[in-house]
């Protein structure tokens, strides 16, 4: 009778391992793709090494004036000196420190937010949030100086309109995505027609509008700071895109859901805000990382109607008499941060994806 | 349902309530000026570090905060491009627009805006490059031109090169900004603008000896403060609040000798100044409304010399914005 | 209070109050508009279409001069944002062909590069690239005396490319035709071969048909006509090139801006298009013993379309709402000079925006009405 001997695997055979393999595999495996694999490296060496050059090698950092860029590489000297403009704008320097400690707040607050299970009051604390970081932001409560929105500026500016356009959107965008649910005729008709008519038209189109007519339509004397119509225009817009997010979340929602709801006796709000919503927005999540990064891109826009994000400083600080023709280098810093916080953004929301996948199983 | 009713009818009737009766009263309550300036331009409006706002357009406004609220730094500047700032003064969104904007018949009269003077008396010339030895506007067919769009310059270059046969190819921007940095890049030949804006965007170039403005001048740019029609009140303030800068210039009542002038006796200047006669009770000012003015603001020579005149990197020459009396266009009808 | 009880009733109020609510809004606005509008004097109305725009615009699919008016800047700024779309469209979808195929490429080096291409531009405001291109890029380039010289035909320069431009002839006309007739033809080889296959189950490249008589038929009727081609070359007299075709470098940037920005979207859309497709699907195909490109051409492609096209055409879409960014650089576009230049000459900003908003508006429809159509088209038959 034999016996059972466990044997030993064996290894693969050799040619199939290590990097010599590998690199026969994945980059020369036929013809065809060496010929792709050498072109690839063509285009590396050519795109890599002279921007290496220019941005790092070649070079300036130290320094606080034009003349200490000598060495005919980029002259990161500018960036070094405006970096206060294109952070806050024109926030007047000795009250800075308020932008600081908002910002400090704010990761006090994620770092809390990871120990705080309670929903409750986390959103409380969101909200406190919200005032503190308000009135640090704006000031004229407790002494301190009120500085008004024309002074805002730089990322800061950047930042305020796509973090309210993303919170003030997100409770009409999902108004208007449960009205396009609804069966109520009229209440549907007219959601559709907002989400259809902003979604139809270009953000630029709908910032002009509350720029240039939105102080029509109120009576003379009652007006609006710009940077406010500004927020008006966007959040109005994003609200549509929130809404057609979520309005694909609620299709994804089985109709059994709707009939448990209602054979427990729940009211209709109880039932979408209770059994629908929490479900539709785990569908909707990375959609909605995904509105929020073309928001955060959209918010460039704003200097088309004159107010001073971080991509109008570039103009502005190179139009400085002293750092005349730096854009290159403003453009190239700009672009950076611009794609660092999408990029992120954009990582987070492929995780989030994955992760509601494998829940989905 | 009736919560949001009731709701409604309150935000509407709140609403409804904060419209209000005149720009003099609006002003007073708010505490400030809003002025609509340009914002980029050096000489006329330009913002320095820290956000402060400079220029000859930006003293328009302060003489205004001086004579309505006593307080030339009572300004809320809004910094416009040449497209939105008509729609921003009808909105209601500034109260007064200094921002280089010419006075023409259409403007004055079809938009709903009043001018309430000239500031500075302009005219629109071409910058170019000295190397391409051009030495008058006439040699200029075939040219690229850069234009700030938005604005009559656009028009008049339009007219200035059918008059004379020529063609030309505009590139057109929104911003002065944009403007000034596509010239520098060689996107055009020439940069067409009103003769003082010419001046003051060179001080942004590079290499500033290279460039040379034209001599020709091909149109007539009266700039001056706009005010929206149909509140007659606060035109008659920003039209003396100019006047009195001029009219100080006239009688030599300067920032430094203002003190000493409230003793004159001479009675043109005891009138300027208030302590005779009801000029700021007419317009419904305090009676030291122009002394305020040209105590913390400046006569008109002082804010010329100040912002765009020979001592200026601007360089510019009184010209057509001399006194009268000096062979200029500068008149204040009389205070009296 | 048993009535409000009830669904129904309770729905209809609701539906009457929310009306009432926006009916009254609509009128508060509307009426403080006309009180704005009448108070300051502002004019309204459609008149100023016909007024005179007094200036004049440098790219004009149509001739346009001073003496024109209004309308005619709109028809000539709706022509332009026609143009930059349909060239932005194409070359989108060719690049982002491209790199969407490379994306899943055997090959490491290329898969990377193209996931690369994908993560830093997707990423990065496609405002900031244009003014990037703009405003970097342009300023390298040389002066016009200065320009990059191709044989003395092609220019290159800090305004632009200029090409050599044919004249209208008969020899142009019937090449430009030819072509036309060729795609024609092609599409009924295509059905003839489609049904041959059907019912035969002989195949036949159409790929390789159409591409010999694409170079076949234009030659052909090329010597026919009299091989007569004649090209207006431009040349440099006083500041800039006369003659030829110039491509202006905001054309030029507003192009690469929206190609390469959209093209990330639409390379992931085909990616998530051809992985959809199931892997038996494959496998199955590979059973029946069809070839590599039976496979792709009868068994995936037709499913990875189904999936792929529907985001990609929200991309079309996107770009063509993109384009009116032109008004950052000065393109002469509708934002640009209908929603700009004329809206600052005749200062009637609620009419222009209207205006605008509209031409948005109707593209829209129409896109998604053919998107509805290919979705209804497309949808998988149930058996």
Redesign the interface.
Same mark, same amino acid.
């Given at each position: 009778m034999a016996i059972f001997e466990q044997k030993k695997t064996r290894t693969a055979p050799s040619n199939t391992q290590g990097i010599i393999p590998w690199i026969r595999e994945?980059?020369f495996?036929s013809p065809l793709?060496s010929i792709? #694999?050498f072109l690839?490296?063509v285009?590396?060496y050519w795109i890599i090494p002279p921007f290496v050059q220019w941005a790092y090698i070649d070079a300036n950092f130290s320094g606080t004036t034009r003349e200490a860029c000598t060495s005919g590489g980029a002259c990161w000297v500018f960036v070094k000196m405006k970096m206060d403009m294109f952070m806050y704008g024109f926030y007047p320097q000795n009250e800075i420190w308020r932008l600081k400690t908002a910002l400090g707040l704010f990761i006090v607050l994620l770092v809390a937010f990871k120990f705080i299970r309670n929903y409750k009051i986390s959103f409380l604390l969101l909200n406190i949030y919200f005032l503190v970081a308000f009135i640090l932001v704006n000031g004229g409560f407790f002494g301190l100086e009120h500085i008004p929105t024309d002074k805002w500026g730089g990322l800061m500016l950047t930042v305020v309109v796509a973090a309210v356009g993303i919170i003030c959107s997100f409770p009409i965008g999902i108004i208007v995505a449960f009205g396009r649910a609804s069966?109520?005729?009229? =209440?549907r008709s007219?959601c559709i027609t907002y989400v259809?008519?902003i979604?139809? %038209?270009?953000?630029?189109?709908i910032l002009?509008?509350s720029s240039?007519?939105l102080p029509?339509?109120?009576?003379?004397g009652m007006t609006f700071d710009k940077l406010l119509r500004a927020l008006i225009g966007i959040t109005l817009f994003q609200a549509a895109y929130v809404a057609e997010i979520i309005r694909g979340g609620l299709q994804s929602i089985s109709k059994g859901q709707y009939e448990a709801a209602d054979a427990v006796g729940l009211s209709y709000w109880q039932k979408m805000l209770l059994v629908i919503l929490p479900q539709a927005l785990k569908v909707a999540i990375p959609n909605l990382v995904g509105a929020f990064?073309s928001l955060f891109?959209?918010?460039?826009?704003v200097?088309?109607i004159g107010l001073f994000d971080l991509?109008a400083m570039?103009r502005i600080t190179a139009a400085d008499s002293t750092w005349l023709g730096m854009?290159?280098e403003g453009?190239v810093f %700009? #672009?950076f941060i611009?794609?660092a916080f999408?990029?992120t953004m954009?990582r987070y929301s492929q995780k989030l994806e994955r992760q509601f996948d494998t829940n989905l199983r | 349902?009736t919560k949001?009713?009731k709701l409604?009818l309150t935000a509407?009737v709140l609403?409804g309530m904060s419209a209000t009766a005149g720009t003099l009263e609006d002003t007073k309550k708010q505490g400030f000026v809003k002025c609509g300036v340009d914002g980029g331009l050096p000489g006329f409006s330009e913002v320095v570090s820290g956000g402060v706002y400079k220029g000859i357009d930006v003293d328009g406004c302060k003489a205004i905060a001086a004579s309505v609220l006593g307080d030339a730094s009572k300004v809320k500047y809004v910094a416009l491009n040449?497209?939105e700032r008509? &729609?921003a003064l009808?909105?209601?969104e500034i109260d007064i627009l200094v921002r280089n904007t010419t006075w023409t018949q259409t403007r004055d009269t079809?938009?709903?805006l009043n001018f309430a003077g000239v500031n500075y008396y302009d005219g629109q010339g071409f910058m170019i490059r000295k190397n391409?030895g051009v030495k008058s506007a006439l040699e200029?067919?075939?040219?690229?031109v850069c234009i700030q769009?938005? !604005?009559t310059t656009?028009?008049n270059v339009?007219?200035y090169f059918?008059a004379n046969n020529m063609t030309?190819? !505009?590139?057109?921007?929104?911003t002065n900004d944009?403007v000034i940095?596509s010239y520098e890049?060689?996107?055009c030949?020439i940069l067409t603008s009103d003769a003082s804006q010419l001046y003051g965007l060179r001080t942004k170039l590079k290499d500033k000896a290279n460039h040379i403005v034209l001599p020709e001048i091909i149109s007539k740019e009266p700039l001056g403060p706009v005010v929206?029609?149909?509140d007659d009140a606060w035109f008659n303030i920003v039209k003396w609040s100019f006047y009195a800068m001029v009219a100080a210039e006239e009688a030599g009542i300067t920032s430094k000798n203002a003190d000493e002038m409230l003793k004159s006796n001479n009675p043109e200047i005891k009138r300027i100044l208030g302590t005779e006669g009801k000029m700021g009770a007419n317009l419904g000012l305090n009676a030291d409304f122009a002394y305020q003015i040209i105590k913390q603001v400046g006569n008109y020579g002082e804010v010329f010399e100040r912002n765009v005149g020979t001592s200026t990197p601007l360089n510019i020459e009184r010209g057509l914005n001399a006194l009268w009396s000096k062979g200029g266009l500068q008149y204040s009808p009389p205070f009296r | 209070m048993h009535i409000l009880r009830n669904q129904k009733i309770r729905?209809i109020?609701?539906?009457l109050?929310?009306?009432l609510?926006?009916l /009254?809004f609509l009128w508060?606005?509307g009426s403080?508009?006309v /009180?704005?509008?009448e108070?300051?004097?502002?004019?309204t109305g459609f008149d100023f279409l016909n007024g005179t725009a007094?200036?004049?615009?440098?790219e004009t699919p149509i001739s346009f001069s001073?003496t024109n008016t209004h309308a005619r800047v709109f028809l000539v700024g709706l022509l332009n944002t026609l143009i930059i779309s349909v060239i932005g469209i194409v070359f989108a979808t060719i690049l982002g062909l491209i790199i969407g195929i490379l994306r899943l490429?055997?090959?490491?080096?290329?898969r990377k590069?193209a996931a690369a291409y994908i993560?830093?531009f997707?990423?990065?405001?496609?405002?900031?690239q244009i003014?990037?291109w703009y405003? %970097?890029v342009?300023?390298s380039l040389p002066?016009p005396r200065e320009s990059i010289n191709l044989f003395d035909t092609i220019f290159i320069n800090?305004?632009g490319f200029i090409i050599p431009q044919p004249h209208v002839n008969t020899t142009f006309i019937m090449v430009t035709c030819s072509f036309f007739v060729v795609f024609i033809i092609v599409f009924f080889i295509n059905k003839w071969a489609n049904k041959r296959q059907e019912e035969t189950g002989q195949d036949f490249s159409v790929l390789i048909a159409g591409l010999i008589l694409l170079f076949v038929v234009p030659s052909l009727t090329y010597f026919i006509s009299g091989a007569n081609f004649d090209f207006d070359y431009p040349a440099l007299?006083?500041?800039?090139f006369?003659g030829g075709k110039s491509i202006s470098?905001?054309f030029l940037a507003l192009t690469f801006a929206l190609v390469i920005y959209t093209a990330t979207f639409i390379a992931e859309a085909v990616r998530s298009g051809i992985e959809a497709v199931n892997k038996g699907q494959k496998e199955a195909a590979s059973a029946l013993s069809l070839s590599e490109y039976q496979s792709l051409k009868l068994v995936i492609l037709p499913q990875a379309i189904r999936i792929a096209i529907p985001p990609t055409i929200n991309q079309y879409l996107n770009l063509i709402?993109?384009s009116?960014?032109a #008004?950052?650089?000065?393109y002469?576009e509708l934002?640009?000079v209908f929603?700009?230049?004329s809206?600052?000459?005749v200062?009637q &900003?609620?009419e222009i925006?209207a205006i !605008?908003?509209l031409v948005?508006?109707t =593209?829209?429809?129409v896109v998604s009405a053919i998107l509805n159509w290919f979705n209804h088209k497309m949808r998988i038959k149930d058996r």
């Open positions: 994945n980059l495996s793709n792709m #694999t690839g490296i285009f590396l069966d109520l005729p009229i =209440i007219i259809e008519f979604r139809g %038209v270009p953000l630029i189109t002009f509008m240039i007519i029509l339509f109120f009576p003379e990064i891109q959209d918010t460039t826009l200097l088309i991509l570039v854009e290159t453009y %700009v #672009t611009f794609w999408c990029f954009s | 349902m949001f009713a409604s509407f609403i040449a497209k008509l &729609a009808q909105s209601g079809s938009l709903g391409l200029l067919n075939g040219a690229s769009t938005g !604005t656009e028009l339009a007219d059918r030309y190819k !505009t590139v057109a921007y929104d944009q940095q890049n060689g996107r030949d929206r029609q149909g | 729905g109020i609701f539906q109050l929310t009306i609510g926006l /009254a508060y606005i403080n508009t /009180a704005n509008i108070q300051r004097g502002i004019q007094g200036f004049s615009i440098d001073e490429s055997k090959n490491w080096l290329v590069l993560d830093i997707r990423n990065i405001p496609v405002l900031l003014f990037f405003n %970097v342009l300023k002066g800090n305004r007299k006083g500041f800039n006369q470098p905001e709402k993109n009116s960014l #008004t950052a650089i000065g002469p934002v640009t929603a700009g230049t809206l600052n000459q200062g &900003a609620i925006i !605008t908003m948005y508006l =593209i829209s429809l």
